[in-house]
T-cell receptor, first 116, second 118 residues
Framework: GAVVSQHPSRVICKSGTSVKIECRSL??????MFWYRQFPKQSLMLMAT?????????EQGVEKDKFLINHASLTLSTLTVTSAHPEDSSFYIC????????????FGPGTRLTVL | AQTVTQSQPEMSVQEAETVTLSCTYD???????LFWYKQPPSRQMILVIR??????QNATENRFSVNFQKAAKSFSLKISDSQLGDAAMYFC???????????????FGKGTLLTVNP
């Protein structure tokens, strides 16, 4: 099956620093990737849709200048949390849709961000 | 905008028994996909089953089956012969069938935490 990886799996950073999370599709090309945020014991909330070669589409209420998304290739999307604060601490999950028409999305294992 | 509602925050079932998880959704679209995802303690999202709205036949995957009632906008998941490994958070999700960028996004319900008792 299609595999999506995320790196790092866990990151702890100081308040005010920036953190980059990578999402890679290992064995397929993904024109569209998605970034979700999940607080403890809550559902996944879509943050943005990342399209290869174009600007990301952000959901209402998500600050695009704080959560920078880059989808520079068909196998890699990155999420950078800029000037992170403790309230940004969360579990971030990416998913990827196979280019060419398959409907299923494949999820990465997630990244736990803790901002001190 | 589409919404997905899971009215059961928690459910429990005895091992080998059957349990049904509820999900309702709201949409003005006529063509869409519905999914059940499982999220075990590892937090990895795993697709359990998928239903295409234009198909009247209910989807089945081994011990997992759905009861899809399009008119009622209901999409319940039945787990038969429950196993300890089925214990997880289960999310119902909706996706538009129309192609293009953000139309591929999933809208999730709040989830149901399933406990399987030995």
């Amino acid at each position: 099956g299609a595999v999506v990886s995320q790196h790092p799996s866990r990151v702890i950073c100081k308040s005010g620093t920036s953190v980059k999370i990578e999402c890679r599709s290992l064995d397929f090309q993904a024109t569209t990737m998605f970034w979700y945020r999940q607080f403890p014991k809550q559902s996944l909330m879509l943050m943005a849709t990342s399209n290869e070669g174009s600007k990301a589409t952000y959901e209402q209420g998500v600050e695009k200048d704080k959560f920078l998304i880059n989808h520079a290739s068909l196998t890699l999307s990155t999420l950078t949390v800029t000037s992170a604060h403790p309230e940004d601490s969360s579990f971030y999950i990416c998913s990827a849709k196979i280019a060419g028409g398959r409907n299923e999305q494949f999820f990465g294992p997630g990244t736990r961000l803790t901002v001190l | 905008a589409q919404t997905v509602t899971q009215s059961q925050p928690e459910m429990s079932v005895q091992e080998a028994e059957t349990v049904t998880l509820s999900c309702t959704y709201d949409t003005s679209e006529s063509d869409y996909y519905l999914f059940w995802y499982k999220q075990p303690p590892s937090r990895q999202m795993i697709l359990v089953i998928r239903q295409e709205a234009y198909k009247q036949q209910n989807a089945t995957e081994n011990r997992f089956s759905v009861n899809f009632q399009k008119a009622a906008k209901s999409f319940s998941l039945k787990i038969s012969d429950s196993q300890l490994g089925d214990a997880a958070m289960y999310f119902c999700a909706y996706r538009s069938a129309y192609s293009g960028g953000s139309n591929y996004k999933l809208t999730f319900g709040k989830g149901t935490l399933l406990t399987v008792n030995p």
